[in-house]
């Protein structure tokens, strides 16, 4: 009967492969997206002002920002969490990171790369201060603050997950 259990409870993990999947699609969302925002940014460019060229810049970045975090979600839970992907290994396209990630980098990613969305959010909403109150400006640096104090906290965790695990090697 253990067996058994543990057997069903080994198999479950294929139940997230569809949540990985569906990431896929989100990523090809966030494709279209990133299209659709460059289209109407070129088709701004023969009036377009200083500030409106970084504003849509960053609205691409943010974009690209939040596609390079969906990847690595999908490839770091799948690779963690269901199976090893099957690819050759000297396959050149490879990225260099996908042997490196585990739960616990991913999460410092993770967090790094919602930091740099926040960031550019927080500048857009600078550069567009006129269409923000004072109390919306407010609450995205608290925000913003709040999501860097806890990368912080997360890199100093993990920092000292590191440490006690040295200590109990030796």
């Keep these: 009967m253990e067996r058994l259990i543990e057997k069903a409870i080994f198999a479950s993990r294929w139940l997230m492969a569809p949540f990985y999947i569906g990431l896929i699609g989100a990523l090809m969302v966030l494709l279209f997206s990133f299209c659709k925002e460059l289209f109407y940014f070129v088709l701004k460019i023969p009036e377009i002002t200083q500030n409106e060229a970084i504003l849509g810049v960053l609205a691409l970045i943010d974009i690209s920002l939040a596609g390079n975090l969906l990847l690595m979600v999908i490839f770091a839970g799948?690779?963690?969490?269901?199976s090893k992907l099957n690819i050759d290994v000297?396959?050149?396209?490879i990225p260099e990171w996908r042997d490196s990630v585990d739960f616990s980098s991913l999460k410092l990613k993770l967090i790094a790369s919602i930091v740099a969305i926040s960031g550019i959010h927080l500048l857009k909403m600078f550069m567009e201060a006129g269409k923000s109150t004072k109390e919306e400006l407010f609450w995205?640096?608290?925000i913003h603050i709040v999501f860097v104090i806890s990368g912080v906290l997360l890199a100093l965790m993990d920092y000292i997950a590191g440490l006690t695990k040295g200590l109990k090697k030796k």
Aim: proline share 0%; aromatic share 16%; hydrophobic share 50%.
């Design 90 to 93: 000297d396959h050149a396209d």
């Design 140 to 142: 995205m640096v608290v």
């Design 78 to 82: 799948y690779e963690n969490f269901v």
